[in-house]
């Protein structure tokens, strides 16, 4: 079974620029959710995705972030524009459904300069 | 909202020797409480879960338990070896949004 897909690995932009992260999920697992990791800190949910539609997204900085999952598959995470604090890994994960275990992906790391 | 307290941030203890680490969660409707490990560089992955119908989880060297009157569950590591070694994360699981909230992390380090 392939794991949760996500690209790219690395991303180094200037602040005010804008990023987009992709991640493709297990086959059949309908929630999916992004996570930012900062450095020596517990991954935060940024949003949750139950099939294509949103469940949670109370701590997305909305003013720069968006995400969205088409047809209820992969997914993209969107900063525009971007600031340093936004320096951190997009853990995307997904699972089965509410009660099932999350499978993360390798992350993306994201350097703003 | 759920949050997730977890300490030590730091733990370093003798290889053999036993490992705990502790969180605790506010919100007494969460129902699932997974753990995660996390090498350096890599992907969090889920080592032992417990629900909330159960007091004690244990598989291998590592265990799990819970106390929900307290609400705080802990990870028991017996014999730890130094593939041990990486940051533990707890989080706790709510019944209504099915979001999972995660603890703040322990960094483990076993000594040779």
């Given at each position: 079974?392939?794991?949760?897909?996500?690209?790219?690995?690395?991303?180094?932009?200037?602040?005010?620029?804008?990023?987009?992260?992709?991640?493709?999920?297990?086959?059949?697992?309908?929630?999916?959710?992004?996570?930012?990791?900062?450095?020596?800190?517990?991954?935060?949910?940024?949003?949750?995705?139950?099939?294509?539609?949103?469940?949670?997204?109370?701590?997305?900085?909305?003013?720069?972030?968006?995400?969205?999952?088409?047809?209820?598959?992969?997914?993209?995470?969107?900063?525009?524009?971007?600031?340093?604090?936004?320096s951190a890994v997009y853990l995307c994960a997904s699972g089965k459904g509410a009660a099932g275990e999350l499978f993360f992906g390798e992350g993306s790391r994201l350097t703003v300069l | 909202g759920e949050n997730v307290e977890q300490h030590p941030s730091t733990l370093s203890v003798q290889e053999g020797d036993s490992a705990v680490i502790k969180c605790t969660y506010s919100d007494s409707a969460s129902n699932y409480f997974p753990w995660y490990k996390q090498e350096l560089g890599k992907r969090p992955q889920l080592i032992i879960d417990i629900r909330s119908n159960v007091g004690e989880k244990k598989d291998q060297r590592i265990a799990v338990t819970l106390?929900?009157?307290?609400?705080?569950?802990s990870l028991h590591i017996t014999e730890t070896q130094p593939e041990d070694s990486a940051v533990y994360f707890c989080a706790a699981r709510d019944s209504s949004a099915s979001k999972i909230i995660f603890g703040s992390g322990t960094r483990l380090s076993i000594r040779p």
């Open positions: 079974e392939a794991g949760v897909a996500q690209s790219p690995r690395y991303k180094i932009i200037e602040k005010r620029q804008s990023v987009a992260f992709w991640c493709n999920p297990i086959s059949g697992h309908a929630t999916l959710y992004w996570y930012q990791q900062i450095l020596g800190q517990g991954p935060k949910l940024l949003i949750q995705f139950q099939n294509n539609g949103v469940v949670d997204d109370s701590q997305l900085p909305k003013d720069r972030f968006s995400a969205e999952r088409l047809k209820g598959v992969d997914s993209t995470l969107k900063i525009q524009p971007a600031k340093l604090e936004d | 106390n929900k009157t307290a609400k705080h569950f």
